[in-house]
C-alpha cells in the first residue's frame, strides 16, 4: 500500500459523459501527478500540481482539466467523454515538485467509456 | 521525447540475470525505474540522477551513463516475484519535472 488513495476504483459511463476523479496523496507529499495508461501501454503523463499550484503539463486533452485543492487532495475531470478516454487512470504523489522525488502511485481508477 | 527500453520482452528461469536498457536522445537529469504488475499501480525502484547519486531499493541495481543518456537495470539472481513490466521514466534537463515513461520491459520468471 503506497499511501496514496483514488476514488473510485471503477467508473463505468456513457460517450458524451463527465467524470471526476479523486485523488489523495501520502501524508506530508505536496506534489500530485495524473497519468493515463491505455490498455498495455505505457503511462501518459497528463499534468502535475505541487502546494496548489499547476507545475507541469503533458498532453493533456482540453476536454480534461484537474486541480489540487488547499487540503492537498486532487481531483481529475474528464468531460465529453469518448470510447477512447477508456483506460486506467493513476495518481502519485510525491514529496517534492522536481526530478529527484520518487513518485507513489495510487491504485488507479479504471474507466470504462460505452 | 520517449525514452527507447530495450528488450521488450524477456523470459527467464528462476536465479537468471537479466538487464534492461533505457535510452533517450535528449540530456537527462535523472533516470526513474519503476516495476507494474498487471492490473496493479506502479511500485518505485530506483533514481538516478546526473552527478551519480542514487536513490531507491538495496537489491536492485542500475546504472547511469550521462554522456549516452542511457540507464540499465540488472536483476541478479532473480525471483518469481520479479515478474511484471518495467518502467524508465526520464526527466530531460529541459522538461522541469515531467516524467516520461519508456513503453516498458515484460519481464516473465519462470520456475
Known amino acids: ?114 | 521525447q520517449q525514452p527507447v527500453q530495450s528488450p521488450q520482452a524477456v523470459i527467464l528461469r528462476e536465479g537468471e540475470d537479466a538487464v534492461i536498457n533505457c535510452s533517450s536522445s535528449k540530456a537527462l537529469y535523472s533516470v526513474h525505474w519503476y516495476r507494474q504488475k498487471h492490473g496493479e499501480a506502479p511500485v518505485f525502484l530506483m533514481i538516478l540522477l546526473k552527478g551519480g547519486e542514487q536513490k531507491g531499493h538495496d537489491k536492485i541495481s542500475a546504472s547511469f551513463n550521462e554522456k549516452k543518456q542511457q540507464s540499465s537495470l540488472y536483476l541478479t539472481a532473480s525471483q518469481l516475484s520479479y515478474s511484471g513490466t518495467y518502467f524508465c521514466g526520464t526527466h530531460e534537463e529541459t522538461s522541469g519535472s515531467r516524467l516520461t515513461f519508456g513503453e516498458g520491459t515484460q519481464l516473465t520468471v519462470n520456475p
Request: some cysteine.
Open chain 1, 1 to 114: 500500500d503506497s499511501g496514496v488513495t483514488q476514488t473510485p476504483k471503477h467508473l463505468i459511463t456513457a460517450t458524451g459523459q463527465r467524470v471526476t476523479l479523486r485523488c489523495s496523496p501520502r501524508s506530508g507529499d505536496l506534489s500530485v501527478y495524473w497519468y493515463q495508461q491505455s490498455l498495455d501501454q505505457g503511462l501518459q503523463f497528463l499534468i502535475q500540481y505541487y502546494n496548489g499550484e499547476e507545475r507541469a503539463k503533458g498532453n493533456i486533452l482540453e476536454r480534461f482539466s484537474a486541480q489540487q485543492f488547499p487540503d492537498l487532495h486532487s481531483e481529475l475531470n474528464l468531460s465529453s467523454l469518448e470510447l477512447g478516454d477508456s483506460a486506467l487512470y493513476f495518481c502519485a504523489s510525491s514529496v517534492g515538485a522536481g526530478e529527484t522525488y520518487e513518485q507513489y502511485f495510487g491504485p488507479g481508477t479504471r474507466l470504462t467509456v460505452t
